[in-house]
């Protein structure tokens, strides 16, 4: 079975400065994707970024990038120039390519960003 | 941009009482699911459909629970019996390709007293 592990489950940055959270995740599948998740207040699921695990490069979206490390099973997300719209919830997830298959997510990062 | 919309956005019931979720999901997906989040703790997953069918279902997901896909356009999830530990709240999810990420509706708050 995959598992998910977040290990800070709260995070606070000072307003522009670079934040990273951790993710490492476990599975014995070589085709899937991981994910983050942004839950803000409202507790919306948006999605942040995606990686499939067949592409070597490291996804990039705007501000947010991932270090994805394959044979270490860890994919960390990083926010840089953070701004206090990025105070949330993030949610690091699995899924395996596969039919209809389902979303594993981890526990979460409680992160604050702070004027 | 289409979305996933679900309704009601929040719903309190009496404990034992049956509850009816309703999620439209994107028009030209194809599969579809349902997560819940207790208040404080991870999301995780309830049951998959597609061709309107069962393709997964979680141990969370007992015999209270069951899912309808009634027209062409809404997906339900029916709580026959609730219980106190049912309060969470539950996401609604579409994709037209499972090898494509899912889209999130923005949930349904059920509190159950």
């Known amino acids: 079975a995959q598992t998910v592990t977040q290990s800070q489950p709260e995070m606070s940055v000072q307003e522009a400065e670079t934040v990273t959270l951790s993710c490492t995740y476990d599975t014995s599948e070589n085709n899937y994707y991981l994910f983050w998740y942004k839950q803000p207040p409202s507790r919306q699921m948006i999605l942040v970024i995606r990686q499939e695990a067949y592409k070597q490069q490291n996804a990039t979206e705007n501000r947010f990038s991932v270090n994805f490390q394959k044979a270490a099973k860890s994919f960390s997300l990083k926010i840089s120039d953070s701004q206090l719209g990025d105070t949330a919830m993030y949610f690091c997830a699995f899924m395996k390519l596969n039919r209809d298959d389902k979303i594993i997510f981890g526990k979460g990062t409680r992160l604050h960003i702070l004027p | 941009e289409p979305e996933v919309t679900q309704t009601p956005s929040h719903q309190v019931t009496q404990m034992g009482q049956e509850v009816i979720l309703r999620c439209v999901p994107i028009?030209?997906?194809?599969?579809f699911y349902w997560y819940r989040q207790i208040l404080g703790q991870k999301v995780e997953f309830l049951v998959s459909f597609y061709n309107n069918e069962i393709s997964e279902k979680s141990e969370i997901f007992d015999d209270q629970f069951s899912v309808e896909r009634p027209d062409g356009s809404n997906f339900t999830l029916k709580i026959r019996s609730t219980k106190l530990e049912d309060s969470a709240m539950y996401f609604c999810a579409s994709t037209w390709d499972s090898y494509n990420e899912q889209f999130f509706g923005p949930g349904t708050r059920l509190t159950v007293l």
């Open positions: 028009s030209n997906h194809l599969y």
